[in-house]
T-cell receptor, first 113, second 109 residues
Framework: DADVTQTPRNRITKTGKRIMLECSQTKGHDRMYWYRQDPGLGLQLIYYSFDVKDINKGEISDGYSVSRQAQAKFSLSLESAIPNQTALYFC????????????FGPGTRLTVL | GQSLEQPSEVTAVEGAIVQINCTYQTSGFYGLSWYQQHDGGAPTFLSYNALDGLEETGRFSSFLSRSDSYGYLLLQELQMKDSASYFCAVRDMANNLFFGTGTRLTVIP
């Protein structure tokens, strides 16, 4: 079983719709992250959470919100999707004690028409 | 802010050695990580350098010079499966990663 899972894996939606992407992990890590990746580019940090009560904005948080429902779950919402939010979205986790490595989920490909 | 530069593409022959360079400008530098990403896949961790010098992990090695704000990833005995994108990423004090735009490595027979 995958340690970090994301749902859905693919989503096509229309401009103005609210979208939620979900991430779950069984690694027992306290830290979770959301990134977006545009074609041919690196990953940009959207939000990160060090525990359930600690949520922080990343480089590109505008237009996004998050919820850390439990240590194992971290969801990303697009309140009103726009076409330039079309991208590949990755969730990642890390362990505060070791911290050097982030473990990534398989990604969600989101298309906003 | 964070700024990283790495070559966009590199091509190398199977069995050869290739070096992928990364230069960075950053505030709050804590270390340099390298990740591999195959097409359609998730990034996977390769190595991490917090101190100057060379770290070796099997066929892959990573080097860091903090005074030069420079690092590289060295891949030896290249295999076809090494064809992928390679990202350097600066780790800041909060353990966040800031990624470069990636180097697409193509290994040819």
């Amino acid at each position: 079983d995958a340690d970090v899972t994301q749902t859905p894996r693919n989503r096509i939606t229309k401009t103005g719709k609210r979208i939620m992407l979900e991430c779950s992990q069984t690694k027992g890590h306290d830290r979770m992250y959301w990134y977006r990746q545009d074609p041919g580019l690196g990953l940009q940090l959207i939000y990160y959470s060090f525990d359930v009560k600690d949520i922080n904005k990343g480089e590109i948080s505008d237009g996004y919100s998050v919820s850390r429902q439990a240590q194992a779950k971290f969801s990303l919402s697009l309140e009103s999707a726009i076409p330039n939010q079309t991208a590949l979205y990755f969730c990642a986790t890390s362990d505060a004690r070791t911290g050097n490595e982030q473990f990534f989920g398989p990604g969600t490909r989101l298309t906003v028409l | 802010g964070q700024s990283l530069e790495q070559p966009s593409e590199v091509t190398a022959v199977e069995g050869a050695i290739v070096q992928i360079n990364c230069t960075y400008q950053t505030s709050g530098f804590y270390g340099l990580s390298w990740y591999q990403q195959h097409d359609g896949g998730a990034p996977t961790f390769l190595s991490y350098n917090a101190l100057d010098g060379l770290e070796e992990t099997g066929r892959f090695s990573s080097f860091l010079s903090r005074s030069d704000s420079y690092g590289y990833l060295l891949l030896q005995e290249l295999q076809m499966k090494d064809s992928a994108s390679y990202f350097c990423a600066v780790r800041d004090m909060a353990n966040n990663l800031f990624f470069g735009t990636g180097t697409r490595l193509t290994v040819i027979p």
